[in-house]
């Protein structure tokens, strides 16, 4: 279980990856060039993949993303869960149709 990447792109995730930063739980990635499997044993470059965006990786490992602990007030975190919806309704999401959550953090 684990995030092998994230993208940090929205100001409120970013503020939240820079703290996580501060506490040595993740390191931003230079990964040079993305590569993906193209089929069994064939990997092909994706430079134009990496754009701009840094990269961030938990530490010491990729499981650091979710194995974090609740970090402040109305923050939950729900792990090993299956996920069979997602969907926005007014100014939440809702997960499963009963999970509401303002924000969320998916590691596919």
Do not use: H
């Not at 590569?35 to 938990?58: H, M, N, Q, R, T």
Request: charged share 25%; glycine share 12%; hydrophobic share 40%.
């Amino acid at each position: 279980l684990g995030a092998t990447y994230v993208k940090a792109k929205d100001p409120i995730f970013k503020a939240e990856v820079a703290q996580l930063q501060e506490k040595g739980l993740v390191s931003e990635w230079d990964a040079g060039t993305p590569y993906f499997i193209d089929s069994p044993g064939s990997f092909v470059a994706k430079p134009e993949l990496k754009g701009g965006d840094a990269w961030y990786v938990g530490r010491p490992d990729m499981g650091s993303f979710v194995l974090l602990e609740d970090s402040g007030p109305g923050l939950t975190r729900l792990c090993g869960r299956e996920v069979s919806s997602v969907c926005w309704k007014e100014a939440s999401w809702l997960i499963n149709g009963e999970d509401e959550v303002s924000s969320l953090i998916l590691a596919l």
